[in-house]
């Protein structure tokens, strides 16, 4: 079993839906939780990041950590065309575990 | 300030042909990662360099070897090529090595198929 599991999609919704990606994982000393957003043929960029558990907002885009169920999530609310990208799930104990990636198309 | 760049953008090898990817950054960071990404499987860590000087092993080390040779310069060796090394591969660095938040900055990637 890996220890990040993300569902890689694909997922496609109208302009102006709300997007929610989430993982789960597996190790309990993971700390950190982020979020790294990859457009078509470049590297990832980080996006968000939460330290334990809790909510964090940034504009239009939310992110959740639920340690007791080893649960995240992201929400992107009014989502445009430009959102349209793979969001990869990260967390840390001494390195970086990523998910498998969730390739979010938003038509216009 | 162009953060972190890879060489060359694109390869194509024969099986048992070998080759090293470069990798630089200008961000002063101390720690330096190679992982590959291919579809379904996310990103995967291949070797990490937690400071100048030292090299450890990630999730799928076989087949590559890498060097440090200095603070801002870290390669990936590919000694005998292998179709299932086929792959994006991505470079990347930071300012910490773990146990902590730890941002890693991505280059562009190196895409590489082995015939």
């Known amino acids: 079993q890996k220890e990040v599991e993300q569902d890689p999609g694909p997922l496609s919704v109208p302009e102006g839906a709300i997007v929610s990606l989430n993982c789960t994982y597996s190790n309990s000393a993971f700390q950190y939780f982020m979020w790294y957003r990859q457009y078509s043929r470049k590297g990832p960029e980080l996006l968000m990041y939460?330290?334990?558990?809790g909510n964090k907002e940034d504009g239009r885009f939310t992110a959740q950590v639920d340690k007791s169920s080893k649960y995240i999530s992201l929400f992107i609310r009014d989502s445009q065309p430009s959102d349209s990208a793979t969001y990869l799930c990260a967390m840390n104990d001494y390195k970086l575990s990523f998910g498998a990636g969730t390739t979010v198309t938003v038509r216009a | 300030n162009a953060g972190v760049t890879q060489t060359p953008k694109f390869q194509v090898l024969k099986t048992g042909q070998s080759m090293t990817l470069q990798c630089a950054q200008d961000m002063n960071h101390n720690s330096m990662y190679w992982y590959r990404q291919d579809p379904g499987m996310g990103l995967r860590l291949i070797y990490y360099?937690?400071?100048?000087?030292?090299?450890d092993k990630g999730e799928v080390p076989n087949g590559y070897n890498v060097s440090r040779l200095n603070k801002r310069e870290f390669s990936l060796r590919l000694e005998s090529a292998a179709p299932s090394q086929t792959s994006v591969y991505f470079c990347?660095?930071?300012?910490?090595?773990?146990?902590?938040?730890?941002?890693?900055?991505f280059g562009p990637g190196t895409r590489l198929t082995v015939l």
């Open positions: 990347a660095s930071s300012d910490l090595a773990g146990g902590s938040y730890n941002e890693q900055f």
């Open positions: 939460t330290y334990s558990s």
């Open positions: 360099s937690a400071s100048e000087g030292t090299t």
